[in-house]
Protein backbone atom coordinates (compact mmCIF):
# COMPACT_ATOMS: atom_id res chain seq x y z
CA UNK A 1 0.00 0.00 0.00
CA UNK A 2 1.30 3.22 -0.92
CA UNK A 3 1.56 6.26 0.94
CA UNK A 4 1.54 10.01 0.34
CA UNK A 5 2.23 12.04 3.42
CA UNK A 6 1.96 15.96 3.22
CA UNK A 7 3.66 18.38 5.21
CA UNK A 8 4.02 22.58 5.26
CA UNK A 9 1.19 24.80 4.25
CA UNK A 10 -0.68 27.25 7.19
CA UNK A 11 -1.55 30.43 7.79
CA UNK A 12 1.05 33.05 5.45
CA UNK A 13 -0.34 36.58 4.65
CA UNK A 14 -0.55 38.26 1.17
CA UNK A 15 2.24 38.38 -0.68
CA UNK A 16 3.95 35.62 1.09
CA UNK A 17 5.28 32.24 0.36
CA UNK A 18 5.12 28.68 1.63
CA UNK A 19 6.42 24.72 0.40
CA UNK A 20 4.30 22.36 0.73
CA UNK A 21 6.23 18.62 0.60
CA UNK A 22 4.51 14.71 -0.18
CA UNK A 23 6.34 11.75 1.15
CA UNK A 24 6.00 8.71 -0.33
CA UNK A 25 6.45 5.09 0.80
CA UNK A 26 7.97 4.20 -1.82
CA UNK A 27 9.88 5.08 -5.19
CA UNK A 28 6.82 6.30 -7.23
CA UNK A 29 8.10 9.60 -6.78
CA UNK A 30 10.92 9.00 -8.79
CA UNK A 31 9.45 6.58 -10.93
CA UNK A 32 6.08 8.36 -11.99
CA UNK A 33 4.44 11.36 -12.70
CA UNK A 34 3.02 13.55 -9.83
CA UNK A 35 0.34 16.23 -9.10
CA UNK A 36 -0.35 18.99 -7.31
CA UNK A 37 -4.18 19.55 -6.85
CA UNK A 38 -6.02 22.34 -4.77
CA UNK A 39 -9.56 22.76 -3.57
CA UNK A 40 -11.31 25.51 -2.33
CA UNK A 41 -14.50 25.53 -0.47
CA UNK A 42 -17.41 25.18 -2.55
CA UNK A 43 -15.50 24.71 -5.44
CA UNK A 44 -13.87 21.82 -7.79
CA UNK A 45 -10.55 20.23 -7.00
CA UNK A 46 -8.09 21.42 -9.36
CA UNK A 47 -5.15 20.53 -11.28
CA UNK A 48 -2.13 23.04 -9.82
CA UNK A 49 1.03 21.54 -11.34
CA UNK A 50 2.52 17.99 -13.00
CA UNK A 51 6.22 16.99 -12.46
CA UNK A 52 6.84 13.88 -15.11
CA UNK A 53 8.70 11.40 -14.07
CA UNK A 54 11.53 13.02 -17.23
CA UNK A 55 11.41 15.96 -15.09
CA UNK A 56 9.54 17.91 -17.33
CA UNK A 57 6.97 20.49 -15.31
CA UNK A 58 2.88 21.81 -16.00
CA UNK A 59 1.35 24.76 -14.41
CA UNK A 60 -2.39 25.93 -14.05
CA UNK A 61 -2.27 29.32 -15.81
CA UNK A 62 -3.00 30.53 -12.44
CA UNK A 63 0.48 29.93 -10.89
CA UNK A 64 2.47 30.12 -13.50
CA UNK A 65 5.50 32.25 -12.26
CA UNK A 66 4.59 31.77 -8.96
CA UNK A 67 4.23 28.29 -8.10
CA UNK A 68 7.36 25.62 -8.69
CA UNK A 69 7.42 21.80 -8.60
CA UNK A 70 10.41 19.93 -7.80
CA UNK A 71 11.17 16.64 -6.23
CA UNK A 72 13.58 14.60 -4.35
CA UNK A 73 14.38 11.14 -5.70
CA UNK A 74 16.53 10.38 -2.73
CA UNK A 75 13.93 11.25 -0.24
CA UNK A 76 11.28 9.61 -2.55
CA UNK A 77 9.73 13.76 -1.96
CA UNK A 78 7.95 15.87 -4.36
CA UNK A 79 7.58 19.56 -3.18
CA UNK A 80 5.62 22.82 -4.01
CA UNK A 81 7.17 25.98 -3.60
CA UNK A 82 4.38 28.82 -3.41
CA UNK A 83 5.50 32.28 -3.89
CA UNK A 84 3.69 35.82 -4.06
CA UNK A 85 0.33 34.03 -2.48
CA UNK A 86 -2.79 35.89 -2.80
CA UNK A 87 -6.36 35.23 -0.78
CA UNK A 88 -7.35 33.36 -3.88
CA UNK A 89 -5.12 30.67 -3.22
CA UNK A 90 -6.44 29.55 -0.02
CA UNK A 91 -7.72 25.89 -0.39
CA UNK A 92 -7.02 22.34 0.69
CA UNK A 93 -3.74 21.17 -1.07
CA UNK A 94 -3.08 17.26 -2.56
CA UNK A 95 -0.82 15.47 -4.09
CA UNK A 96 -1.45 12.70 -6.64
CA UNK A 97 0.15 9.83 -8.10
CA UNK A 98 -1.30 7.91 -10.91
CA UNK A 99 0.47 4.60 -12.20
CA UNK A 100 -0.04 1.58 -13.53
CA UNK A 101 1.80 -2.04 -12.29
CA UNK A 102 0.78 -5.30 -13.51
CA UNK A 103 -2.06 -4.19 -15.35
CA UNK A 104 -3.93 -2.32 -12.81
CA UNK A 105 -4.36 1.31 -12.84
CA UNK A 106 -3.77 2.64 -9.10
CA UNK A 107 -3.95 6.16 -7.90
CA UNK A 108 -2.82 7.55 -4.63
CA UNK A 109 -3.52 10.93 -3.04
CA UNK A 110 -2.00 12.95 0.24
CA UNK A 111 -4.16 13.76 2.97
CA UNK A 112 -4.28 17.39 2.27
CA UNK A 113 -2.92 19.90 3.70
CA UNK A 114 -4.76 23.64 4.29
CA UNK A 115 -3.14 26.57 2.85
CA UNK A 116 -4.70 29.69 4.34
CA UNK A 117 -3.87 33.27 2.47
CA UNK A 118 -4.95 36.28 4.44
CA UNK A 119 -4.88 40.05 3.05
Known amino acids: QVQLVQSGGGLVQDGGSLRLSCAAS????????MGWYRQAPGKQRELVAT???????NYADFVKGRFTVSRDNFKNTVFLQMNSLAPEDTAVYYC?????????????WGQGTQVTVSS
Open 96 to 108: NVDFWRAGRHYSY
Open 51 to 57: LASGGST
Open 26 to 33: DRIVSDNA
